[in-house]
């Protein structure tokens, strides 16, 4: 079993629309998570580190369910510009100060 | 401020020549981790360092593979002998670990490396 799974995608939203997507991990000792996107053929770029409450960054909503070990992404009122793919990224206490990265959620958003 | 830069942004090598690929990191950033990404796949981790210790290496795929951070800034990643698999772009990420729980990693824009 991978460490961070996600769903591929793609996730194809409609412009203006509300899209949701989750990641799931395997290690009840995760301590920091993140989202980042990354755009065809660039780096990957930190979008928002998700805190315990949750957090909101604009039109993004990040939430953590520790119970279930999955983390959320909600992006509300899409962009075209939202296209990318959003990357789950978790630290493993154990793993030190390494990062692990999910395979990443493809979002497709179309006119 | 200068984010993360990475040196060359493309680079074409014949199978079985050494390439070395050259990191900047951003300035006070303790820690700078290697990553390779073949198209369509996700990250691999390669190789991490942090301050004067000593690096993690146990994502380097065969002793073909190097890397040395000289003076805690600047790194260089060695790939002796390419080989057409080692085709893939490589990334350079730094982070300023644990001030104020701050673990994030910020990414250069990569260079890819082309072996034919």
């Known amino acids: 079993r991978k460490e961070v799974e996600q769903d591929p995608g793609p996730f194809n939203v409609p412009e203006g629309a509300t899209v949701a997507f989750n990641c799931t991990y395997s290690n009840s000792a995760s301590q920091s998570f993140f989202w980042y996107r990354q755009d065809c053929r660039k780096e990957p770029k930190l979008l928002m580190s998700v805190y315990s409450s949750g957090n909101e960054d604009g039109r993004f909503t990040a939430q953590l369910n520790r119970a279930s070990q999955y983390i959320s992404l909600l992006i509300r009122d899409s962009k075209l510009s939202d296209s990318a793919t959003y990357l789950c990224v978790v630290r493993i206490k154990a793993a030190g100060n390494k990062l692990t990265f999910g395979g990443g959620t493809r979002v497709l958003v179309k006119p | 401020g200068a984010g993360v830069s990475q040196s060359p942004s493309n680079k074409v090598t014949e199978k079985g020549k050494d390439v070395e690929l050259r990191c900047d990191p951003i300035s006070g950033h303790t820690a700078l981790y290697w990553y390779r990404q073949s198209l369509g796949q996700g990250l691999e981790f390669l190789i991490y360092?942090?301050?004067?210790?000593?690096?993690?290496k146990s994502g380097l795929p065969s002793d073909r593979f190097s890397a040395e951070r000289t003076g805690g800034s600047v790194s260089t990643l060695t790939i002796q002998r390419t080989q057409q698999e080692d085709s893939a772009v490589y990334l350079c990420?730094?982070?300023?670990?644990?001030?104020?729980?701050?673990?994030?990693?910020?990414f250069g824009p990569g260079t890819r490396l082309t072996v034919t």
């Open positions: 990420a730094s982070s300023p670990l644990g001030r104020g729980g701050s673990y994030e990693q910020y």
């Open positions: 360092f942090q301050g004067n210790s000593a690096p993690d």
